[in-house]
């Protein structure tokens, strides 16, 4: 079993945010009709998706074959996150990344119930059968290479995220109106 670590913390991050993007852009693919990149960053990344696997893989850590705890984490807890940030890119930046309004049973449009449930079952799929693996390809790299890779993603993740605010706090600066603007076509 993997001891968390913060390289190996680190490593969860970067995997899942990469692999959070691919999912992003696939889904909006085949709803929206177009490729979006429908992170907050440059970069083929969305930190959404790998802090909630970095925060589940320790929080989940003993529950992992428990399918009801899971499925009620993914729900509950992705559905927190996903409104808090999508609340806090509201207000910085006047604009959203995602808007579920047309969508039955949302909540100001930041989630909505379909999106719980596919949250649940999502972390069923990833905790119990996706993360023990990862978690063993994480453990097989050397410490030095774990090291270094956190170093470059860092470097890189930082100066991203500076360029991405400057960007998305100019697009703010150049809006009209009270309500927050939709960056990306919604869904069909």
């Known amino acids: 079993m993997l001891e968390y670590g913060f390289y190996e913390l680190v490593l969860i991050f970067l995997f899942w945010g990469i692999v959070g993007w691919i999912v992003e852009a696939v889904d909006m693919r085949i ?5 979006q990149n429908r992170g907050f960053l440059h970069m083929p990344f969305c930190p959404i998706y ?4 970095a925060v589940g893989s320790v929080g989940l850590s003993s ?5 009801l ?8 807890f992705c559905s927190i996150v996903e409104y808090i940030v999508g609340g806090i890119l ?4 006047h604009s959203k990344w ?3 309004s047309h969508m039955r049973f949302n909540i100001k449009g930041r989630v909505c119930l379909r999106n719980a449930v596919l949250f649940g079952f999502g972390a069923i799929i990833v905790f119990h059968f996706v993360e023990p693996a990862v978690e063993k390809v994480i453990i097989r790299i050397p ?4 090291i270094a890779i956190t170093v470059i993603f860092g470097i890189a993740f930082a100066i ?3 360029a991405s605010a400057r960007r998305a706090w100019a697009y703010r600066q150049n809006q009209e109106g009270d309500e927050p603007v939709l960056l990306f076509k919604a869904h069909r």
Do not use: H, Q, T
């Not at 709803?31 to 490729?35: Q, S, V």
């Not at 705890?69 to 509950?76: E, K, T, W």
């Not at 509201?90 to 930046?93: K, M, S, Y």
């Open 160 to 162: 991203d995220l500076v």
């Open 31 to 35: 709803e929206a009709g177009e490729f």
């Open 98 to 100: 995602w808007d579920y």
């Open 50 to 53: 790998g802090v909630g696997m």
């Open 69 to 76: 705890i899971l499925f009620v984490f993914g729900v509950i």
């Open 63 to 67: 529950v992992k074959d428990s399918y």
């Open 143 to 146: 410490m030095d290479i774990r």
């Open 90 to 93: 509201e207000r910085l930046f």
